[in-house]
């Protein structure tokens, strides 16, 4: 298509392509701001916070490694790995019962599950701290796996119970005549025919779990299991002068989400796009 | 009957298949077969009724008592937490910080991301739209932490690149403690908020706008119409579902802010930065005043609730598809 350029649509489009590159570089220039940052030395980063490093100085990375950040990055994806195939699986299953087996109040089970939509995790905070407390999981690596889980459930089984609904029913038929099991058919048929939207929920999840601040800040407080977003801001609070160390953790915090963003980055818009627009 | 199949498309097929299935099973085996269904959902239920429904329950019971945590001693107080609610100043411009926050996001990770979006996607070279949307989506990628501590940095008086950036263009005048006094704090919160947030709805929208199917722009551009009445009488009717959604997501998500308020200010200076979460937590956990914290959290449930039905209703009547 040729369009025919005025000197009004020359301007309109000077004006766009400057717009849309001083959003790159508000975008991005932060960002390279913190990773230069954490190459420096703190004299550095006072003096002139617009300069290069001096050398590229590795040693805030393993600094911050050795000041927490391997303990938090290993809790991160603990919780992040474990809640993920929890969750997905506890998930998966409900779909599958709320949609393609007949049980008795189907409608009242959707409503429940899926109810929890509706409720921020901020509402249920005070009781699940003491409850935690009681049953001595508090500041453990379970309170998160859980919290994770049960909170993550009813948004996952929602978007995977869509996807499932839309399976035609002969599927079910067809394993049913070949003497398949109800156990069989879920994981050899039904599961796999749902793989788009697995991927898409697990995405949403990572995505979610390794980012957490609220529960992870109030259930945990040893280095030994709190995730990366508490640990940094320890790690602030802790070594707070010594900023490079920090930049450094932060870049490393953030590094693994921004690389599984670029590495699948199709998978990945289709995850947020099923996440919000189903 | 209770136990006849279902009615389906293919009653017939259905029917001739279960006649054929041996072995023929008795409404009784049926029946248990049924109960035995639920085991599907009994790993959910149980959980969300533990974890999630249970808490949501207690909660309203904590927020009727004085919970004194070092005697343990809990009493009865029916609605005094909500009495002391409506007389802390503090609780009310918390809520009001947490409307300025949705008021702010509507304008920018809403209107603003579909104008946006329509720009991006109005770009010939593909290899142009990809990387912008990519290159505006990065800090939704890195946790809310690493951006509020990264603006945190940047506001800093001393270190900071907005201050320094502002000495170096001659507007040394300008450079202030951003988090440091009660005027700006709470806007250099939300503008990082924006930063962090805008290109998450701008992806979204653009996927909304691919949506559309192009022939209604070729007959667009056929009739002449220019790009900005296209934008307003095609682009954004038909993304009209996305916005809706965008609008509640946003909405419900001012009121549960609660990170990037920890991280950046922890509420305050002088609690001008406190927002219902941070407040609550204060409130629950640093004060151990329980009771009261509940109370807080009452309102956010019945906020959050609130705009959730509502767009569950907004669901029920327009389920618009191309």
């Not at chain 2, 009739?223 to 009717?237: A, K, S, V």
């Amino acid at each position: 298509m040729v369009t025919r350029l005025s000197f009004a649509g020359v301007i309109a489009r000077v004006f766009i392509w400057t717009f849309l590159l001083c959003l790159v570089v508000v975008v991005v220039y932060p960002l390279t701001w913190m990773v230069l940052n954490g190459f420096k030395t703190n004299t550095e980063i006072f003096g002139n916070p617009f300069a290069l490093p001096m050398q590229w100085n590795w040693d805030n990375y393993t600094a911050a490694w050795n000041r927490g950040v391997s303990n938090y990055l290993t809790t991160s994806i603990l919780v992040t790995v474990t809640s993920t195939i929890a969750t997905v699986f506890i998930s998966a299953w409900a779909a599958y019962g709320l949609t393609r087996v007949d049980i008795p109040l189907s409608r009242t089970w959707s409503t429940i599950v899926l109810g929890g939509l509706m409720l921020a995790p901020t509402v249920a905070l005070v009781p699940l701290v003491k409850m935690f407390q009681g049953m001595g999981l508090y500041n453990t690596f379970w309170a998160l796996l859980i919290l994770y889980t049960a909170f993550r459930i009813p948004f996952t089984t929602f978007l995977i119970r869509a996807y499932m609904i839309d399976l035609p029913r002969e599927v079910d038929e067809a394993a049913e005549v070949d003497g398949a099991s109800r156990w069989t058919a879920f994981w050899r048929i039904i599961l796999p025919m749902c793989r788009p939207i697995i991927i898409s929920v697990i995405i949403l999840h990572i995505l979610f779990a390794w980012n957490e601040y609220l529960f992870a800040m109030v259930f945990t407080s040893g280095t030994d299991v709190q995730t990366l977003p508490v640990g940094l801001t320890s790690l602030m609070s802790k070594h707070g002068t010594d900023y490079p160390v920090v930049f450094a953790g932060m870049v490393i915090a953030a590094l693994p989400v921004v690389i599984l963003f670029f590495a699948c980055q199709r998978y990945f818009i289709k995850g947020l796009a099923d996440g919000i627009g189903k | 009957m209770l136990l006849t199949q279902q009615s389906r498309p293919v009653e017939g097929a259905t029917a001739a298949i279960t006649a054929v299935a041996p072995p023929p099973r008795t409404p009784r085996r049926r029946g248990t077969r049924r109960l035995l269904g639920l085991a599907w959902i009994l790993p959910a239920v149980v959980v969300l009724a533990v974890f999630v429904y249970l808490p949501l329950v207690q909660n309203l019971g904590f927020s009727t008592l004085e919970w004194d945590i070092y005697s343990g001693s809990q009493e009865f107080i029916g609605l005094d937490n909500y009495a002391k609610l409506v007389g802390d100043p503090i609780f009310w411009s918390s809520l009001g910080n947490n409307v300025l926050y949705a008021v702010v996001s509507l304008v920018f990770q809403v209107f603003g991301a579909i104008v946006l979006a329509a720009i991006i996607e109005g770009i010939r070279s593909d290899r142009w739209r990809r990387s912008l949307r990519a290159i505006y989506f990065v800090p939704s990628a890195i946790s809310l932490t690493v951006a509020g501590l990264l603006f945190y940095f940047i506001y800093e008086p001393n270190l900071g690149m907005l201050n320094s950036a502002l000495d170096a263009i001659g507007l040394s005048a300008w450079a202030q403690p951003w988090l440091g006094q009660e005027s700006t704090a709470m806007i250099a919160i939300i503008v990082m908020s924006q930063w962090q947030g805008f290109g998450y709805s701008t992806l979204l929208f653009a996927v909304a706008i691919q949506r559309i199917p192009s022939e209604l722009y070729e007959a667009a551009s056929i009739d002449g119409i220019g790009p900005i009445r296209r934008f307003f009488t095609l682009t954004l009717p038909l993304v009209r579902e996305m916005t809706g959604l965008m609008v509640i997501v946003t909405i419900t998500g001012a009121f549960q802010v609660f990170n990037e308020v920890m991280v950046m200010t922890s509420g305050g200076p002088n609690n001008s930065t406190q927002v219902l979460g941070t407040w609550l937590y204060r409130n629950g956990f640093v004060r151990n005043d329980f009771g009261y914290a509940a109370a807080i959290a009452t309102v956010i449930f019945i906020i959050t609730l609130g705009i959730a039905l509502v767009q569950l209703w907004l669901n029920r009547r327009r389920r618009v598809e191309w």
